[in-house]
């Protein structure tokens, strides 16, 4: 009896590690479909606190909440840190509309872009120049654009099945179209909201003045697709009509945030550190529930996945929701920073920030002998449906972290509805599903658990060597 | 000159057997993405006619408007399938109450499952038992069940990745439950609706009452998920509480109605048969875009992406839009049926019956000769990320054309939010997104634009030899 004791103890002390990695990643996935709380958190940060624009009381309630839900995990450390981000408001909501004649009026539906200036209060009335394209706009040059509201109306290409790629081949307009727009004397710029779908909704985003002279720096604004292709019909009609457009944002000094931060310490090289994050600033229109509040909680839920799980990772795993991915980039920069300062040694980072949509793999930036590695556990994820690892991008926040040796990846979610909810009003909790989620969740999980037992390759054999 | 206008002539003839397939393929998701006519088919299908449920005056419209939409396509033939379709109607609504005690009661939302028989004019109250599978109702026997409403409580299982394995594990409580608590003499039948989802949708769907005198036939009803776990939780407190319900749904006799066929004939081969298809029917609580208005379109515009792609094809091709699948697959029998009579050679058909949702890949009922040729044409589809090809169904409306050395296939789109709306007053144009769709059309198109360029593995043999 005493020696079957024994034996059952011994069994149930190592029932993880004699699982076979199907076994365990398929607790992982169980877990997550039936016990995840990655749609709850969503819930709360989403309906109870609401878009989390950097510098908003919002986004210091986000940080107050994830912090108090990471504390309640039994993690080992949880902690802020601390980074200066950018404070820009929107004010009162915009009001646009094309003028036919003087009077005759249609409103529009427009947003101002992240970090553009306010028009005069008395708004901003002149006539219209349509371009597709920065090139096209810069041979018109300053005699055909000046005084004019330059109206970039390039679409994303429907035929790309990647609609990251289309979004990637449309941003400059939105980026800097009003820096070159202002270069040549134009009093504004509107800019085609980057969806693919025909609707009402305006899509804000990050938008730069560059390093040009306050006197050239003009207000730029999205407007929705609907009427970015109204506009564009009357002009063909009548290109002597006018566009109306009145918005009241504000810049102001960088405020002090956080980055949120929690950590499982590694068992056996704690010194190896592999992140797992999203971004926990959103912009102000909808409450962020795709962009990125899906991601940070989907991070959350990794940590807590890996205890539900039963697995004690030998590598130090964290967690850091990120804040200003959106309009600075400021929390990964300083995460890095503060990384590099420690001298810490980030073997692994994995980032979320495509949108909760059903999962359908990785993409990696790393070496080939990583990617090989990586390749090699293609079939353990085959039941779940996860079929893309591809060499590519990572992510913005995990970026700065790139070293020569190690490995950033990014969850890649089916692509087709993100632009439709992207940076807009409509980007809200229920258009994200629980299911799919929590399988984004389970999946990032399932890849954690694999470069945690199995390490880094290159790194890895360093150790063995020096241990 | 004239030297050169030959070769000119001869390349443009040839133009598309002189593409690879590759880039046949890709003019396919091309034309789909950017001129598709799928999602503008649909818009008229849900929003202009509605529910289609069989024998109903909708269901005669959508006859007659995917008839004429195929006449302008310039096909080869189109015509209608005269087929005798069940026709019962749910009247008017539902309506379901809890009683914990006389007087003090809960609204719920239910509806009737179709072919069910109405409650008596002024409804039906009785105790509730609830049970988990048919196995449990068994074992209770006729004592424990005689008079009360059985309350059929399982879940769909959360924890498969194919919703469709959850559903298939659950749904024989729907179909058969009211005959296995008939035949014990219960009252009645309340089923907990086929949704992953707990909120306020009941989802309809098909029931039998087999062979069993009309004495024994008791009204079913399914009850939303959410008002099912409120039914659980108040029977757990107090199993003496009370169930009422009212639903006024009629059988009446068989009525006349038709599948509609078009086809492009063959230009080589026209005895070989390709159907592609879906069903015109739907259920009459929602307007049916997902189920199954998506394939209908979908299968439509395959011969029209041949046509707006160059393609020829040298087998017939027919698209066949089946009525009654729903509650009969009346159409399904019938053209297989009427296939069988004429003789005609079946060698390949397409379902899309599983959603309009952004498309995986396919499921293949065929032998192991044919599906390895079906793996050989695999990478042709990774640049639009399909990989799922597997052996397994294919769909209720093609599976009468089973032969032994045919090939059927299912369309496999991703199935995570299929069952949020399957069956639902929420199955709406609105829950379908436009590229979705048209991707699934461009899958769909591409295979049979493979299985008509390089023929059916054995058949073609037999043809060689033959011709």
């Not at 802020?80 to 009162?92: E, I, S």
């Not at 063909?236 to 000094?253: G, L, P």
């Not at 059903?358 to 990617?371: E, I, K, L």
């Amino acid at each position: 009896m005493k020696y079957l004791f024994v034996i059952s103890l011994f069994l149930s002390l190592f029932s993880v590690s004699a699982q076979s990695d199907e076994e365990v990643i398929r607790t992982i996935y169980d877990q997550s479909l039936s016990n995840g709380k990655s749609y709850e958190w969503l819930d709360y940060l989403s309906n109870e606190i609401g878009g989390r624009l950097s510098g908003s009381l919002n986004a210091e309630k986000a940080v107050a909440y994830t912090k108090e839900e990471l504390d309640k995990l039994g993690l080992d450390k949880v902690w802020l840190q601390p980074v200066m981000v950018p404070k820009w408001t929107r004010g009162v909501p915009e009001y646009a509309f094309i003028e036919s004649t003087p009077g005759n009026t249609t409103q529009v539906n427009i947003c101002a872009l992240g970090g553009s200036i306010a028009t005069p209060d008395s708004g901003l009335k002149a006539h219209v120049i349509e371009v597709q394209t920065i090139e096209e706009l810069k041979e018109l040059g300053k005699e055909a654009v000046e005084g004019k509201i330059v109206f970039f109306n390039r679409p994303m290409n429907e035929k790309l099945i990647s609609t990251f790629m289309a979004y990637g081949g449309c941003v400059d307009q939105r980026y800097a179209g009003a820096m070159e727009a202002g270069k040549l004397g134009a009093s504004g710029v509107i800019v085609r909201s980057m969806n693919l779908r025909l609707d009402d909704y305006p899509h804000t985003g990050s938008m730069t003045y560059g390093d040009i002279p306050p006197s050239q720096r003009i207000p730029a604004a999205a407007i929705s697709t609907n009427d970015a292709e109204l506009l564009s019909s009357m002009l063909k009609i009548d290109n002597s009509i006018k566009f109306f457009f009145k918005q009241n944002c504000r810049q102001f000094k960088d405020v002090q945030s956080y980055n949120v931060i929690g950590q499982i310490t590694g068992s056996e090289f704690p010194e190896e550190i592999m992140v797992v994050g999203g971004h926990l600033d959103s912009w102000d229109l909808g409450d962020g529930s795709h962009d990125d509040g899906a991601g940070v909680v989907q991070s959350m839920d990794v940590l807590r996945l890996l205890k539900e799980s039963g697995i004690k990772p030998k590598r130090t795993i964290r967690v850091v929701l990120f804040m200003n991915e959106e309009n600075g980039l400021r929390g990964g920069n300083k995460y890095a920073e503060v990384a590099k300062q420690k001298n810490e040694n980030h073997v692994f980072a994995l980032e979320s920030d495509a949108g909760g949509f059903t999962p359908r793999g990785f993409s990696f930036d790393c070496s080939d002998a990583n990617f090989e590695q990586v390749l090699s556990w293609k079939p353990l994820f085959k039941p779940y449906l996860i079929h893309y690892f591809e060499k590519g991008g990572s992510g913005a926040d995990v970026g700065p972290l790139k070293q020569s040796n190690n490995v950033l990846a990014g969850l890649r979610p089916d692509s087709q509805r993100y632009f439709d909810y992207h940076h807009a009003a409509n980007d809200t909790f229920e258009h994200v599903n629980k299911r799919e989620l929590e399988l984004g969740a389970a999946t990032m999980t399932s890849l954690i658990y694999l470069f945690d037992k199995y390490g880094i390759n290159p790194i890895s054999k360093q150790k063995t060597i020096k241990d």
